[in-house]
């Protein structure tokens, strides 16, 4: 429970002006010293925690993060163009207690349970938000989350991809918020993350880590340490995974997929952060959720997809590069790794591209048309655009 120790035990120091000087010893040999690298208004919100013996606010953050999980669940078949079913005809409600049973056990979840991250609880409080009716309401929790750990304002993108724009202000105006009222509670912390910490990967840990499956954690694998060769193949292959985002936001916006259209935006976001460790991976439930369900799972590439994923996250391929023993480890995660482990241990930016493409192609669905309509020489009514 390192993480959750650090938000249990930094938080204390935003009332004595330490919070960024705080860091987490570990006994365990060669273990970074972990530090708080969330906004001071994190801290903020982490402060009550403290107040709690260490062991029930332990039980606390663990049921909350179970119930996030199963909301992030819920709320992903939500978003399904069309309600699925068990084969034997059982409602959304069974199909929400399997997938929930069964993504508890996938790598970024588990460990981000083990962890006891944030992740999970942010990010499901920013997707339960969007659902809202009233736009108020469904930016405020994305402006919030935002607040705490920055990542979520990726959401701004999805707001507006679904053309909410109302809602897409009110995220921004409420993170706004977040800023100002940690800027005039505690001016120095705020100033010293904003124009010092907010950058600077080294506090959050080494970018070519196994556990590093954003874009420049792959390419740090490949090529090494060297910005000279890192820099140019990452706005490359950024610029690449951009233009297939957008042609699979495009699709989704035709067919009015609003998961598909959650799913791109968030697995761009990851694939662009400087570190996404493999339990800032949580997007992958609702990857699976749409490859399994969506409007494309009976094509070949949605199958391969939904397999990629399960191998990747459920057979925690990361973990097992991250934890091999003598010089595996250290060519897994040092620069310059071969080939054929440097290449494996970017599991989940290779699942992202295949899903991506998948929604990309999301084949058309096919017009229904009525008997009355043949008759009266009309046909049937055209999807409306997504709102």
């Not at 399960?310 to 480890?329: I, K, P, S």
Request: with cysteine; charged share 10%; glycine share 8%.
């Amino acid at each position: 429970m390192r993480d959750l120790r650090v938000y249990y035990l930094a938080s204390p120091e935003v009332l004595s002006g330490h919070l960024y000087h705080f860091r987490l010893f570990s006994p365990e040999p060669g273990a970074q010293q972990l530090a708080f690298t969330y906004p001071p208004f994190a801290a903020l919100v982490f402060l009550p925690l403290s107040a709690l013996p260490w062991r029930l606010a332990l039980v606390v953050w663990h049921v909350l993060s179970l119930g996030a999980a199963a909301l992030l669940v819920r709320t992903s078949f939500r978003l399904l163009p069309r309600e699925p079913r068990l084969p034997d005809g059982s409602p959304r409600r069974a199909h929400v207690a399997l997938w929930t049973a069964a993504v508890l056990w996938l790598e970024p979840v588990q460990h981000g349970l083990g962890l006891g991250q944030a992740s999970l609880l942010v990010a499901t409080l920013a997707l339960v938000s969007t659902t809202r009716r009233h736009s108020v309401l469904a930016g405020a929790g994305v402006g919030v989350a935002a607040g705490i750990k920055l990542t979520p304002a990726a959401f701004g993108i999805y707001l507006l991809a679904r053309r909410k724009r109302a809602a897409a202000c009110s995220a921004a105006l409420v993170f706004l918020g977040t800023v100002v009222l940690a800027g005039l509670t505690l001016p120095k912390q705020s100033l010293q993350f904003w124009l010092h910490h907010v950058m600077d990967t080294g506090r959050v840990g080494p970018t070519g880590s196994v556990e590093n499956q954003s874009l420049r954690g792959c390419l740090t694998r490949l090529f090494g340490h060297d910005p000279g060769l890192v820099e140019p193949w990452w706005w490359v292959t950024l610029l690449l995974f951009a233009a297939l985002t957008g042609t699979a936001l495009r699709t989704a916006s035709r067919h009015g997929d609003a998961l598909a259209l959650l799913t791109a935006v968030q697995l761009l976001a990851l694939l662009a952060c400087p570190i996404s460790w493999s339990h800032h991976w949580i997007w992958s439930v609702a990857a699976m959720v749409w490859l399994a369900h969506g409007p494309a799972r009976t094509t070949r590439l949605s199958r391969v997809s939904l397999a990629c994923w399960a191998l990747a996250a459920g057979g925690w391929l990361v973990q097992v590069l991250g934890q091999v023993e003598d010089t595996a480890t250290a060519t897994a995660t040092a620069p310059g790794a071969p080939l054929p482990i440097a290449l494996t241990a970017c599991a989940y930016p290779a699942c992202a591209a295949l899903t991506l493409a998948a929604i990309a192609r999301t084949p058309s669905r096919p017009r229904v048309t009525r008997p009355e309509q043949l008759r009266a020489g009309t046909s049937g009514p055209r999807q409306a655009p997504l709102e």
